[in-house]
């Protein structure tokens, strides 16, 4: 329990101090994390708070402002491990701002994520990982505001064919 408290604490202030290439991994190692050489671990960066050993971060990579790094996913009040699994990101890796990275997860060297990427799966070597170009999906007709529910709002979208 209070080494359990411990790690919450010191993730907590990896998460708002400076210092990107030595102080926030710093902390993260003695929290148990695995992180090689010349990392930057951008402020807001949450990394798993109970299962951080589960973590490997090689060296030369990047980890963007306000990426999320999950190692398992609990549910209901038992806390029963739906999902669990290591994150392994190999060397010259660069990951985009406001990413999340799942459990079982292993992004392959020399890889960039895109910003704002969900990575729920294996990354090969050597990619330019994320979705496409966002774009127009639909038309709004009734707005989405207090003023109407969530049903009307969907049932005012108009699908936008390509």
């Not at 993730?11 to 400076?18: C, L, Q």
């Not at 090689?36 to 960066?45: A, F, L, P």
């Not at 699994?85 to 079982?104: S, T």
Request: hydrophobic content about 40%.
């Amino acid at each position: 329990m209070v080494i359990d408290l411990f790690q919450r604490f010191l993730n907590r202030i990896a998460y708002f101090i400076p210092g990107g290439y030595r102080i926030r991994p710093l902390i993260h190692r003695l929290r148990g994390v695995h992180i090689g050489k010349n990392v930057w671990i951008s402020r807001y960066v949450y990394i798993d708070e109970l299962h951080p050993e589960a973590v490997i971060i090689e060296d030369n990579s990047s980890i963007g402002l306000r990426t999320s790094i999950f190692t398992h996913l609990y549910w209901g009040p038992k806390k029963t491990a739906e999902h669990a699994g290591k994150v392994h990101i190999d060397e010259n890796v660069f990951i985009g701002p406001h990413c999340v990275i799942l459990p079982n997860v292993h992004i392959g060297k020399n890889t960039v994520v895109q910003a704002g990427t969900v990575v729920s799966r294996d990354v090969p070597p050597e990619t330019l990982w994320g979705l496409p170009k966002s774009g127009p999906i639909a038309r709004v007709t009734i707005p989405l505001t207090h003023h109407h529910s969530y049903e009307e709002f969907i049932k005012g979208l108009r699908p936008i064919r390509k």
